[in-house]
T-cell receptor
Framework: EAGVAQSPRYKIIEKRQSVAFWCNPI?????LYWYQQILGQGPKLLIQ????????DSQLPKDRFSAERLKGVDSTLKIQPAKLEDSAVYLCASSPLQYEQYFGPGTRLTVT | AQTVTQSQPEMSVQEAETVTLSCTYDTSESNYYLFWYKQPPSRQMILVIRQEAYKQQNATENRFSVNFQKAAKSFSLKISDSQLGDTAMYFC?????????????FGQGTTLQVKP
C-alpha cells in the first residue's frame, strides 16, 4: 500500500513570496490533516478535511494560509505572503478512521 | 483546552537496556485516546502504540509498552531491549474520543539516543 505522498520535500523562499505544498493521501482515506511542526516542537494542526469539507481550521492563519482538497482526494496548502516564522516542516496525514493517522514525509520550508 | 507535556527534552540509553519516556496530559474529557509516535531523523512519523482511556489494561506492542495512570493523567512509554533503530524523537499525543475531529494534540517531544 502506497503511503502519504508530499511534494516538494524541501523549499526555500524569501519572505513575502508565496508557496504551495501538495499532498496525496492513502487511497480511500476520507480524512486529511495538515500539521505545522516548528523546529523543536510537536506538530500543530492547521486544518482537517473530511472528504472535501473542512472539519477544523481554527488554528489556520487565514490571512495568509489557505488550503483546499480537490474532489476529496489530493490537497494543497498555500502560504501567501510568507513570513520568517512560517519556517517549519509541514506534515500531511490521512486517516480511514478517526484515530489512526498516517503521516507523509513532510515538506521542510525555509523562509529567508 | 487539552495540553500534553513531555518534560524530558533528551534521553539516552545503552543498546539492549530499558528506557522510559514520560508524558503527562491535562483534560476534562472522560473519553479520549493517547498515542506515542516515533519520528526518526529525516523520516516520517509513525505510530508506536495507542491507548484508549476507557481500557484499564496497559497497551503493549512487542518491545513497547505503556504505563497509563488515568487518575494521575500520566502516560509513559517503556522501550525494552533498546535497539539502534529506536533512535528518534518520540511524541506523546492526545485526541478526544467523543469528538468527530480526531485532531491530535502533541507534546514537545523527547529525543532518544540509543548508544551502541
Amino acid at each position: 500500500e502506497a503511503g502519504v505522498a508530499q511534494s516538494p520535500r524541501y523549499k526555500i523562499i524569501e519572505k513575502r513570496q508565496s508557496v504551495a505544498f501538495w499532498c496525496n493521501p492513502i487511497s480511500g482515506h476520507a480524512t486529511l490533516y495538515w500539521y505545522q511542526q516548528i523546529l523543536g516542537q510537536g506538530p500543530k494542526l492547521l486544518i482537517q478535511f473530511q472528504n472535501n469539507g473542512v472539519v477544523d481550521d481554527s488554528q489556520l492563519p487565514k490571512d495568509r494560509f489557505s488550503a483546499e482538497r480537490l474532489k476529496g482526494v489530493d490537497s494543497t496548502l498555500k502560504i501567501q505572503p510568507a513570513k520568517l516564522e512560517d519556517s517549519a516542516v509541514y506534515l500531511c496525514a490521512s486517516s480511514p478512521l478517526q484515530y489512526e493517522q498516517y503521516f507523509g514525509p513532510g515538506t521542510r520550508l525555509t523562509v529567508t | 483546552a487539552q495540553t500534553v507535556t513531555q518534560s524530558q527534552p533528551e534521553m539516552s540509553v545503552q543498546e539492549a537496556e530499558t528506557v522510559t519516556l514520560s508524558c503527562t496530559y491535562d483534560t476534562s474529557e472522560s473519553n479520549y485516546y493517547l498515542f506515542w509516535y516515533k519520528q526518526p531523523p529525516s523520516r516520517q512519523m509513525i505510530l508506536v502504540i495507542r491507548q484508549e482511556a476507557y481500557k484499564q489494561q496497559n497497551a503493549t506492542e512487542n518491545r513497547f509498552s505503556v504505563n497509563f495512570q488515568k487518575a494521575a493523567k500520566s502516560f509513559s512509554l517503556k522501550i525494552s531491549d533498546s535497539q539502534l533503530g529506536d533512535t528518534a524523537m518520540y511524541f506523546c499525543a492526545f485526541t478526544k474520543g467523543s469528538s468527530n475531529t480526531g485532531k491530535l494534540i502533541f507534546g514537545q517531544g523527547t529525543t532518544l539516543q540509543v548508544k551502541p
